[in-house]
T-cell receptor, first 110, second 114 residues
Framework: KNEVEQSPQNLTAQEGEFITINCSYSVGISALHWLQQHPGGGIVSLFMLSSGKKKHGRLIATINIQEKHSSLHITASHPRDSAVYICAVKTGAGSYQLTFGKGTKLSVIP | DADVTQTPRNRITKTGKRIMLECSQTKGHDRMYWYRQDPGLGLRLIYYSFDVKDINKGEISDGYSVSRQAQAKFSLSLESAIPNQTALYFC?????????????FGEGSWLTVV
């Protein structure tokens, strides 16, 4: 069974800080998602990666397939970035089943 | 309009009652999913459907049933609700392209069984 581990579980940062959230998984994958869950509960897909690096605004996601590891970075963090960030991996190329991490709760303090 | 709409957003129901959560999507996607989220756990897949005639059990399907009424609609039923089905439920949709999928989630339905 594929396990997805995220660290840290909780993170508090001052506004403006550079933030890194990590995700490790145990078996081969075909893609990895980073998701953001708002305080109200809704979930938004931020990135889907199968290799390398993607950037969107202040968010950067990287993946190292050999090391089975991905990171989500937030530059110049802002209180509106406060949310739960969830890593999810897709293991089957022919199907679409995701295994989710438990999430990292980020709080950015003004 | 939201890409994925869930109703109801919040519901309190009694043990033994039947409850249906409805989901509709405007993305035109083939694939739809129901997940539940519990505190301290990752999202877990209840059922998924790759088209109207293809419905599959996920890892925690016991106590649940689904209906795919149309490409855009996928409903989840709890035939006889029990307290440990209290959770946040998400509907999601994705396309079937093997080149990569983005998954779209609804806003979630908070269900409390008392």
């Amino acid at each position: 069974k594929n396990e997805v581990e995220q660290s840290p579980q909780n993170l508090t940062a001052q506004e403006g800080e550079f933030i890194t959230i990590n995700c490790s998984y145990s078996v081969g994958i075909s893609a990895l998602h980073w998701l953001q869950q708002h305080p109200g509960g809704g979930i938004v897909s931020l990135f889907m990666l199968s290799s390398g690096k993607k950037k969107h605004g202040r968010l950067i996601a990287t993946i190292n397939i050999q090391e089975k590891h991905s990171s989500l970075h937030i530059t110049a963090s802002h209180p509106r970035d406060s949310a739960v960030y969830i890593c999810a991996v897709k293991t089957g190329a022919g199907s679409y089943q995701l295994t989710f991490g438990k999430g990292t709760k980020l709080s950015v303090i003004p | 309009d939201a890409d994925v709409t869930q109703t109801p957003r919040n519901r309190i129901t009694k043990t033994g009652k039947r409850i249906m959560l409805e989901c509709s999507q405007t993305k035109g996607h083939d694939r739809m999913y129901w997940y539940r989220q519990d505190p301290g756990l990752g999202l877990r897949l209840i059922y998924y459907s790759f088209d109207v005639k293809d419905i599959n059990k996920g890892e925690i399907s016991d106590g649940y049933s689904v209906s795919r009424q149309a490409q855009a609609k996928f409903s989840l039923s709890l035939e006889s609700a029990i307290p440990n089905q209290t959770a946040l439920y998400f509907c999601a949709t994705s396309d079937s392209s093997f080149s990569g999928n983005t998954i779209y989630f609804g806003e979630g339905s908070w269900l409390t069984v008392v």
